[in-house]
C-alpha cells in the first residue's frame, strides 16, 4: 500500500509540473509593453455610441 501512495505523489508532482512549466515559462518570456490602448476596454471592436 506504502508503495502505491509512493506513485501516486510522484505522479501527482509531475502532472502539477507540466501544468505550471508553460504558465511560469510564458510569464518569463512575454514582452512587457503596455500601453493605453492596450489597457483600454475592448468591447466588440466598435466605438461605443450614446449610452447603453
Same mark, same amino acid.
Given at each position: 500500500m506504502i508503495d502505491m501512495t509512493g506513485h501516486? /505523489? /510522484?505522479f501527482? *508532482? *509531475?502532472a502539477v509540473g507540466f !501544468? !505550471? &512549466?508553460p504558465l511560469l515559462l510564458g510569464k518569463l518570456v512575454r514582452p512587457k509593453l503596455p500601453t &493605453? %490602448?492596450?489597457d483600454s *476596454?475592448? %468591447?466588440c471592436? %466598435?466605438?461605443t455610441i450614446g449610452s447603453s
Open positions: 501516486f /505523489v /510522484v501527482t *508532482v *509531475v !501544468l !505550471l &512549466a &493605453a %490602448e492596450k *476596454v475592448y %468591447e471592436g %466598435e466605438p
